[in-house]
């Protein structure tokens, strides 16, 4: 299973809700990540989750605010968002943080701040 | 952060072979050269990567130069399914070992 699974597909929120984003993978790799991505950009690393510590924060808000409470999970926590917030959000996974290991991405959030 | 240079778009025949190229003359002696390309409406997927000999795997090869200023990816039999943003990167071993996106070759191909 070389799978890396979003839920869900396609979210819209308001700028006072809270909602979560959620990323699975067991491919039993031991490093995970998000990016965001704008139309027509590339994707921007926001964090990097090595055996389930925080490795690196790309200076992002705290409105956003991840979690990967086992090695095969990791949450992304969204409080008080801004329409500008409005991307796709892409989760991967990949063995481990360091060294020349592909990433499997998964599909996405396109989330919506109204 | 070492950086690459990419043509914005490309486009190809089906069927044929297809040479996407990619500078990138800021490149050190630990850095590695990475493909990922992303599907419309899917995430990124990853291609290939080497370091200074020429890689083949089953989707594709990769070309290095010699100085390793730049590199370059070929398809060798483009198929509409192929129709995608392509990105090439450097990964760099010794510090964050992050991978950062440049702007990427849309390809376009043409039946």
């Known amino acids: 299973d070389t799978e890396v699974t979003q839920t869900p597909k396609h979210l819209v929120m308001g700028m006072t809700n809270k909602k979560s984003l959620k990323c699975e993978q067991h491919m039993g790799h031991r490093a995970m990540y998000w990016y965001k991505q704008k139309a027509k950009k590339p994707p921007e690393l926001m964090f990097v989750?090595?055996?389930?510590?925080?490795?690196i924060n790309e200076s992002v808000p705290s409105r956003f605010s991840p979690e990967c409470p086992n090695s095969s999970l990791l949450n992304l926590h969204l409080h008080a968002l801004q329409p500008e917030d409005s991307a796709l959000y892409l989760c991967?996974?990949?063995?481990?943080?360091?060294?020349?290991?592909?990433?499997?991405f998964g599909p996405g959030t396109r989330l919506t701040v109204t | 952060d070492a950086k690459t240079t990419q043509p914005n778009s490309m486009e190809s025949n089906e069927e044929e072979p297809v040479h996407l190229p990619c500078n990138h003359s800021t490149i050190s002696g630990t850095d590695y050269i990475h493909w990922y390309r992303q599907l419309p409406s899917q995430g990124p997927e990853y291609v290939i990567h080497g370091l200074t000999s020429n890689v083949n795997n089953r989707m594709a090869s990769l070309a290095i130069a010699e100085d390793r200023k730049s590199s370059t990816l070929i398809l060798h039999r483009a198929t509409l399914r192929d129709a995608a943003v392509y990105y090439c990167?450097?990964?760099?071993?010794?510090?964050?070992?992050?991978?950062?996106f440049g702007k990427g070759t849309r390809l376009h191909i043409l039946p």
């Open positions: 989750y090595s055996y389930e510590k925080l490795s």
């Open positions: 990167i450097l990964r760099e071993m010794n510090r964050d070992d992050k991978i950062i």
């Open positions: 991967a996974s990949s063995q481990r943080h360091r060294g020349n290991y592909e990433q499997y």
